[in-house]
């Protein structure tokens, strides 16, 4: 009886194994390994080279060299985006580009796409909360009261994800514009037991004390 089983497993194995070699499946499947891993390291490279591009961006001198450099810092961005569709920091780092660019919209958009489920999976909670603490901060840098309560959102799950000082300096201006001054007062105060030399936030927390 058991033999009869053993026979019957070492068939089964055997017809699988053949199955296997007949459809070329194990080399197959190690190309694809093979060709994932070139494509990540390519992403990768495309990613160092944008980051380093948004850095000279950034200390630029002038306008029309920031904007040139940000140019370039979107097409790094987009062939990374191209070979790891699923990377968030390579959307982030395209954001960052357009946001220099002055294109707030776009970079907004960018910033949907790395946060979206999918997508997010790749970063850590810290990065996260970097990420959603950017998009808020460019939801009220476009002066749209419709866009308030979404950066409110953002900024309370920020800061619940990376101790972050501008995240809470932020909320608390988030909370001003809702006329919640409490709440306020309380973010400005977190703000500064993480970082005591943020200055907008003493001088925000002074003004609401004083008022």
């Known amino acids: 009886m058991v033999t009869d089983i053993l026979l019957q497993i070492a068939l089964i194995l055997v017809m699988v194994v053949m199955f296997l070699a007949m459809h ?3 080399q197959r499947y190690f190309a694809k390994l093979r060709l994932r891993f070139r494509s990540n390291v390519e992403s ?6 944008g980051a380093q591009l948004l850095a000279r961006a950034r200390s630029a001198p002038s306008r029309s060299s920031a904007t040139s450099l940000a140019e370039e810092v979107v097409a790094e961005a987009n062939k990374a985006i ?4 699923k990377d968030a920091a390579a959307h982030i780092l395209k954001a960052l580009a357009l946001d220099v660019q002055g294109f707030k919209t776009s970079a907004l958009e960018s910033l949907d796409t790395a946060l979206s489920p999918l997508v997010a999976k790749s970063l850590s909670d810290e990065e996260r909360g970097d990420a959603l603490f950017k998009r808020a901060e ?5 002066n749209r009261r419709a866009l308030v309560d ?4 953002d900024l309370t799950e920020s800061v619940t994800l990376s101790q972050n000082a501008n995240s809470y300096y932020w909320l608390g201006k988030c909370y001003e514009m809702k006329k919640l001054r409490e709440e306020a007062k309380k973010a400005y105060e977190e703000a ?3 970082e005591p030399r943020l200055s907008n936030a003493r001088e925000a927390l002074e003004r609401l004390s004083s008022s």
């Not at 191209?82 to 569709?85: F, H």
């Not at 979404?150 to 959102?153: D, K, R």
């Open 24 to 26: 070329n499946i194990p």
């Open 44 to 49: 990768k490279r495309h990613f160092v080279r």
């Open 82 to 85: 191209a070979l790891d569709p």
């Open 138 to 142: 460019l939801k009220m840098s476009t």
């Open 150 to 153: 979404s950066a409110l959102a």
């Open 192 to 194: 500064l037991n993480i």
